[in-house]
């Protein structure tokens, strides 16, 4: 058994590298594409089967979104971008947990001990994917924030003169402010990437030392954890797109 921060090369596209957590996340990504396409084309007025589960999970986190935001014209502007990151991040975490993990792969030598390189690992256990996921969500906060009120009202929130009220104070507020957005993508990248990871490195440890049914619990556990970084990582994106809308109060 070997474990690695790193995910893991299982073969290359000339020189690029394709990763068991690549892998995983590129299979996400033309599931849920062709799941949506397919809906799309047989969509019925009386929805039914795969149609049915898609309006329910769509309209709860709809739901969900409009009493967050508590604007129904805002709610629809940011549902795409937090429903990907939901569904994308929950079956990316699932998938990972599937029969395999740890114990299916390629065969590798390592100073001399044949180890394997696992099919499965989830794309969130990636260091890689959680900062790009993270970056490209604080860069559409910012953008947000400037379409919503402006450059130079936004600006406001993070430069404040020292000559203003309350004299000083306001400045170094806002120069916290502008700390904390640094904070966001590193707070984001480590939160989900830790949690997915030591959770796919204690099932491959228990697997290994105690392969029938005590790692049982432990895969309930870890699907409910999977749920819950997603819907964590989501919501928080969406309170700081709503943060982002409000104008600054000085």
Do not use: C
Request: avoid cysteine; hydrophobic fraction near 55%.
């Amino acid at each position: 058994m070997e474990i690695s921060i790193a995910a893991e090369k299982l073969f290359s596209i000339g020189t690029f590298p394709v990763t068991n957590a690549f892998l995983i996340g590129v299979l996400v990504s033309i599931f849920l594409v062709s799941v949506t396409q397919l809906v799309v084309r047989k969509k019925t007025l009386v929805p039914r089967g795969i149609q049915n589960i898609l309006e329910i999970i769509f309209e709860a986190l709809l739901d969900l979104i409009e009493s967050v935001t508590q604007d129904k014209k805002q709610a629809r502007q940011f549902f795409p971008l937090i429903a990907t990151i939901f569904l994308f991040v929950l079956l990316a975490n699932w998938v990972g947990l599937l029969p395999g993990l740890g114990t299916v792969g390629l065969s590798h030598i390592n100073d001399g001990h044949s180890t394997i390189i696992p099919f499965l690992r989830s794309t969130s256990a990636d260091l890689n994917f959680t900062l790009a996921l993270s970056l490209i969500t604080v860069l559409t906060v910012q953008f947000t924030g400037i379409a919503a009120l402006g450059i130079v009202r936004y600006g406001k929130k993070f430069f404040v003169s020292p000559f203003h009220k309350p004299y000083g104070i306001g400045t170094l507020v806002g120069v916290l402010e502008l700390v904390s957005e640094v904070g966001k993508t590193i707070s984001f990248t480590f939160r989900l990437f830790g949690n997915v990871f030591a959770g796919e490195v204690l099932l491959t440890v228990m697997l290994h030392l105690v392969p029938f049914f005590l790692p049982l619990p432990f895969m309930f556990l870890e699907i409910f954890v999977g749920f819950i970084q997603a819907i964590v990582f989501s919501m928080l994106t969406l309170v700081f797109l709503k943060m982002a809308t409000i104008p600054a109060e000085h």
